[in-house]
């Protein structure tokens, strides 16, 4: 699969009906949809946990990563 990332600031984003449509599309058509959250590193592991479950209710399974740009920390980017 080619990958393609996501930068999103707010995780419930994600979770909007078109935005879910097109990331199912996104994976029929051989593309490995990944999501990078944008905000404090303090936050990051519950940001990213929250982005999974919300993903996960919404039946995708994806990569999620965060960045913190102003200190220039990125937290769950093993891709």
Do not use: K
């Not at 940001?47 to 220039?72: K, T, W, Y």
């Amino acid at each position: 699969m080619r990958p393609l990332c996501f930068e999103v600031e707010l995780p419930e984003t994600l979770v909007r009906r078109a935005t879910v449509q097109r990331l199912r599309h996104l994976e029929a058509t051989g593309i490995e949809p990944r999501v990078c959250l944008v905000g404090e590193s303090s936050r990051h592991e519950r940001q990213i946990a929250e982005a999974r479950r919300m993903l996960r209710r919404a039946g995708l399974s994806l990569s999620v990563a965060a960045i913190a740009p102003g200190e220039d920390t990125i937290t769950g980017a093993d891709w």
